[in-house]
C-alpha cells in the first residue's frame, strides 16, 4: 500500500511543530525561565537549542524519511545486515505510550480548567480557594478519569481519519487557532500596568540575575530544556519524517519546526510573566504556576474570567497536539508490528491507553502511598522519570549514532537524505561535531537528569541510581554498537 504524505509543506511543519509544543513547552519554559534570571536564561537556551536540539531533530527526521516507515521498522529498513539497531524498537514504542499514560490525564486537567474558568469558578476565590480547587480535583479519579477518557477518544477519533483528512487538517487549524490565541492573549499581558517591569525581566539580559542563580545550574537548565523541547528521541517526530515528501532538504524543514517550537515557548513567557509581574507574583513558582497561581492573576483582571478561558482553551490546544501527533506515531507503528489496518490499531490502543492511563489518574488519591522515587512522589512522576529521563536522551543517543556511525546508516547515507531536495543544505564539515560532540552532550544531559533527581535523597540513593543510570547507557551502546552479527538484518 502506498505510504500517506502530508498534503501541504505548511501542514508537515504545524504538524510536527504541534507534536514539539506541548505542555513541557508552554508550561515549563515560563517558569524555568523565571527560577534562572529571565533573559539571560533565554539566551543560553537559544544558543543550545541551535547546538544540540537541531541536529538531532535533523536525524530523527532523515531516518523517518529515509525509510519512509515508523521506528517500528525504520532500523530494519535502513541498517546494515547483522547489526542490532531494530532491537531498540520496542523501546521507541514503549516511550510513547508511557508519555500517553500520564499526558493524556494532564490535557484532561487543561480542558477540565477550561470548563471551570468558563463557568466562573475562580471569580472571587483567594489563593486557598484556588488551590482548594486544584487539590479537589486531584483526589477525584472518577472526574479526572472522565476528562482523561474525553481526550483519549477525541484524539483517537482524529487519527482514525486518516493522515490528511484527520491529523494534518484538525492539527493545523487547531495550531493556527493556538497561535491566534497566543498573540490576544500576549497583547492583553503587556498592556496591563506593571507588565513593563516583567517584559524588562524577561526580555532583557541580566548576567547579574544569572550568576545569582549559579550560572552551572543556569546553562544545565538550558541545555536540558533546548533537549527536551522538540520531543526527540522515541519515534514522535520520526513518523512525520517518514510522511514527508524529497521535495525540500530536512534541515530547512527541521529549523522550520524549531522556530515554531521556540516562538511559542517565548510567546508562552510574554503572557505568562508579565501577568505575574503586573500582579506582584513571582513566576518561578514552578508547575503549580499554572494551575493555582494564573487563576488568582486572573482574578485580578477585569474580564479574568474571560481572560482565563481563553488561556486554558490555549493550553488545551498545546497539550491536544501532542497527544494527537503521539498517538498517530502508536497507531502507525501498531500497524507496521501487526499488519494492521488503521482502525483496527486504533480500536486496539484507545482501550490500552485508556486502561493503562487508570495508574497515574488513582495515583493521586487511592494509590497515592505509591511513592518509587521518594517521598511526596506519585505514579505520574515514575512514569514521567522514565520518558523523560531515559527514553528521551538514550533514543535521541541511538538516532544520532545511528545516522553517524558505519556500522549504522552512516554518515554518507544519513547526508545524502538529508540534502535531498531544495532549501538549507548540512554540511559535511559538521561530521565529527555530530559524531562526538553531540552524542557527548547527550549523555552528559541523561547523567544530569538522574543526578538532578536523586542528590537531594541521599548520598546512598544517589550512587545507587547512577549507577542503574550507568548501567542502562552502557547496556545501549553494547546493544547498538557491538559487532555484526550473522543475523539478517530484515525481521
Known amino acids: 500500500m502506498e505510504r500517506e504524505k502530508f498534503g501541504s509543506r505548511l501542514g508537515f511543519i504545524l504538524v510536527s511543530a504541534g507534536c514539539a509544543v506541548g505542555l513541557g513547552n508552554v508550561w515549563k519554559f515560563p517558569y524555568i525561565c523565571g527560577e534562572n534570571g529571565g533573559a539571560a536564561f533565554i539566551v543560553i537556551y537559544l544558543i543550545l537549542l541551535v547546538l544540540v536540539g537541531l541536529p538531532c531533530l535533523i536525524c530523527e527526521f532523515s531516518v523517518g524519511r529515509g525509510s519512509g516507515k515508523s521506528v517500528m521498522r525504520a532500523y530494519t529498513e535502513l541498517q546494515p545486515e547483522g547489526t542490532r539497531w531494530s532491537k531498540v524498537r520496542w523501546v521507541c514504542f514503549s516511550g510513547n505510550y508511557l508519555l500517553m499514560m500520564f499526558y493524556t490525564m494532564v490535557a484532561g486537567w487543561m480542558m477540565y480548567y477550561v470548563f471551570l474558568s468558563a463557568k466562573g469558578t475562580f471569580e472571587n476565590l483567594d489563593t486557598q480557594g484556588v488551590s482548594k480547587v486544584f487539590s479537589n480535583m486531584l483526589s477525584n479519579p472518577g472526574m479526572m478519569m472522565f476528562w482523561t477518557v474525553i481526550v483519549i477518544v477525541l484524539s483517537f477519533g482524529i487519527c482514525l481519519l486518516g493522515l490528511r483528512n484527520g491529523v494534518e487538517r484538525i492539527t493545523k487549524v487547531m495550531m493556527l487557532l493556538l497561535i491566534g490565541l497566543m498573540l490576544v492573549l500576549a497583547v492583553r499581558s503587556v498592556t496591563l500596568s506593571g507588565a513593563k517591569e516583567g517584559l524588562k525581566f524577561y526580555l532583557v539580559p541580566d548576567f547579574g540575575k544569572m550568576a545569582d542563580a549559579g550560572v552551572g545550574n543556569v546553562f544545565f537548565a538550558a541545555l536540558t530544556h533546548a533537549f527536551f523541547t522538540l520531543s526527540i528521541g522515541m519515534g514522535s517526530m520520526e513518523i512525520f519524517g517518514s510522511y514527508l515528501s524529497k521535495e525540500r532538504k530536512i534541515t530547512g524543514e527541521a529549523l522550520n519546526v524549531m522556530l515554531l517550537d521556540t516562538f511559542v515557548a517565548l510567546m508562552a513567557g510574554i503572557i505568562i510573566i508579565p501577568s505575574c509581574f503586573a500582579y506582584g507574583v513571582e513566576p518561578d513558582a514552578g508547575p503549580s504556576l499554572l494551575f493555582i497561581t494564573l487563576p488568582n492573576v486572573f482574578n485580578h483582571m477585569p474580564g479574568g474570567r474571560v481572560w482565563g478561558t481563553l488561556f486554558f482553551i490555549f493550553m488545551t490546544f498545546a497539550a491536544l497536539s501532542t497527544v494527537i501527533a503521539v498517538f498517530e506515531n502508536i497507531v502507525k507503528m501498531t ?76 554518515w554518507g547515507n544519513f547526508l545524502k537524505e538529508a540534502n535531498t531536495g531544495k532549501g538549507i543544505s548540512l554540511t559535511n564539515g559538521i561530521r565529527y561535531y555530530m559524531t562526538y560532540f553531540v552524542p557527548a552532550v547527550i549523555v552528559i544531559i541523561y547523567l544530569k537528569g538522574y543526578y538532578d533527581m536523586f542528590s537531594t535523597k541521599g548520598t546512598v540513593m544517589l550512587l545507587s541510581w547512577m549507577c542503574v543510570a550507568l548501567v542502562l547507557l552502557v547496556s545501549i551502546l553494547c546493544l547498538v554498537m557491538g559487532p555484526r552479527t550473522r543475523e539478517k538484518s530484515k525481521e
Open 335 to 410: 500497524q507496521e508490528a501487526k499488519d494492521w489496518g488503521r482502525k483496527k490499531s486504533v480500536a486496539v490502543n484507545l482501550v490500552g491507553i485508556t486502561v493503562t492511563s487508570i495508574p497515574a489518574v488513582l495515583g493521586f488519591s487511592v494509590l497515592s502511598f505509591v511513592s518509587l522515587l521518594g517521598e511526596g512522589t506519585t505514579i505520574m512522576d515514575v512514569e514521567d522519570f522514565l520518558v523523560s529521563y531515559n527514553i528521551l536522551p538514550l533514543g535521541s543517543l541511538i538516532f544520532v549514532l545511528f545516522c553517524v556511525k558505519k556500522n549504522g546508516w552512516g
